[in-house]
């Protein structure tokens, strides 16, 4: 007899056993080590939800799934119904905007996401030996929580590219863009790393750092026990001014960088520009098992290249440091190409309750993939790092 596969739908994680959770969203940090992925651990997904950076009148309502075989989770996934589509950067405004002229109501829609983040990473979270079943379990669960309620979508942002395949196996559509990640060549160091670029770019890059050095201060990096409230505040300040340019109102509330020093300091590295004691920017980072994934910047005064440096350049020392083999910096940015970061890509995946809209949309991102194929091809020529057919002087 075929065992029934139960699909739950939670509006909290309080609802969720911590552990239940994270047997789904990082077993290989079962022993105490560090998870593969940050993100989905339930400490970070329930400060979201605990600070109210996330829930009512954020636009990002929990319905957190969770998929059981006789009684036991085998499967969940962060869901949320969406009244808009800012914090998710993967744009289908212009989706929502044609489906609105032509009569239909887009929002609200179901996001399978990390809130704010975008950073790529198992959307399907299923113990070991469950992937196929519990992928299975989720994609038909949440598509028809859809379906029933009468929603125009549902969308699993940064996926894997497994899950990417998985999905288009079961009839979603398929959207790729693209990244810059610097990978970890085995250097031993970072004039290692800048021995590996071209002359050119090897300069440019010395020129920034001593440029940013210039500021008058020193550079820090504080993780674990090294983080104290007083960073926090800064931190705060940093947020405040980025997310004040950039997104008009802050994402992250006050309350979630008073959790994050609760429960979280040990996931993070907190990378500050001091002068006379005082903190004057500030990059973060989130720490995973063999990664370092750059978060926020922000700083209260404005020095030459100072965001390259406390961004890019400390977050690359840092990573062939600690022997980590890859560093995100997060969405977009040309310019991150030149200081050794190269293009890769991302994937999600979208279900249209509308058999016409999804053909149009299926049309649409067709091309779409094309072009970011060749895109990351063409960028990927023009990367910094040397010919080694040509010799290269300084």
Not at 72 to 88: N, R, T
Not at 130 to 156: F, K, P, T
Not at 158 to 167: H, I, R, S
Not at 168 to 194: I, K, S, V
């Amino acid at each position: 007899m075929e065992k029934q596969i139960e699909i739950e739908s939670h509006p909290s994680l309080g609802g969720i056993d911590a552990a239940e959770w994270d047997a789904c969203a990082c077993p290989e940090a079962a022993d105490g080590g560090r998870p593969d992925d940050p993100f989905t651990t339930y400490r970070f997904l329930s400060a979201l939800e605990e600070s109210g950076s996330v829930g009512p009148g954020t636009g990002w309502q929990p319905r957190y799934l969770v998929a059981r075989e006789e009684g036991v989770s085998i499967a969940c996934a962060p869901l949320y119904a969406k009244s808009h589509s800012q914090g998710e950067y993967v744009f289908d405004h212009n989706w929502a905007y044609a489906y609105e002229r032509a009569g239909g109501r887009y929002y609200p829609k179901l996001q399978i996401a990390v809130p704010f983040t975008p950073v790529a990473g198992r959307r399907f979270l299923t113990r070991p030996e469950y992937e196929e079943m519990g992928v299975a379990a989720l994609v038909q669960g949440a598509v028809q929580i859809a379906s029933d309620n009468g929603l125009s979508s549902l969308h699993a942002t940064y996926c894997t590219p497994q899950e990417a395949e998985a999905g288009r196996a079961m009839g979603l559509l398929h959207r790729t863009g693209q990244q810059f990640h610097w990978q970890n060549r085995d250097y031993a160091d970072f004039d290692a790393f800048l021995a590996s670029l071209s002359s050119r770019k090897r300069k440019n890059i010395r020129r920034e750092r001593a440029q940013a050095q210039d500021f008058g201060g020193t550079i820090r990096c504080y993780t674990g026990a090294e983080i104290t409230p007083e960073h926090w505040d800064a931190m705060w300040r940093f947020y405040q001014d980025t997310g004040a340019r950039k997104w008009g109102t802050p994402y992250l509330s006050r309350a979630f960088f008073d959790i994050a020093h609760e429960r979280l300091r040990d996931d993070i590295l907190l990378v500050l520009a001091e002068r006379d004691g005082r903190p004057v920017a500030g990059a973060m980072n989130l720490i995973g098992r063999d990664v370092l994934y750059g978060r926020y910047w922000g700083c209260i005064e404005h020095h030459p290249c100072l965001h390259f440096e406390l961004c890019y350049y400390q977050a690359i020392d840092w990573a062939i440091r600690h022997g980590l083999s890859r560093v995100e910096a997060g969405a977009q940015g040309e310019h991150k190409l030149a200081r050794g970061y190269l293009p890769v890509e991302t994937h999600s995946l979208h279900w249209m309750a509308d058999a016409g809209f999804a053909d149009a949309v299926a049309r649409y991102l067709e091309a779409e993939r094309e072009a970011v194929s060749q895109d990351i091809e063409v960028l990927t020529a023009w990367g910094p790092f040397r010919n080694t057919n040509q010799e290269d002087h300084e």
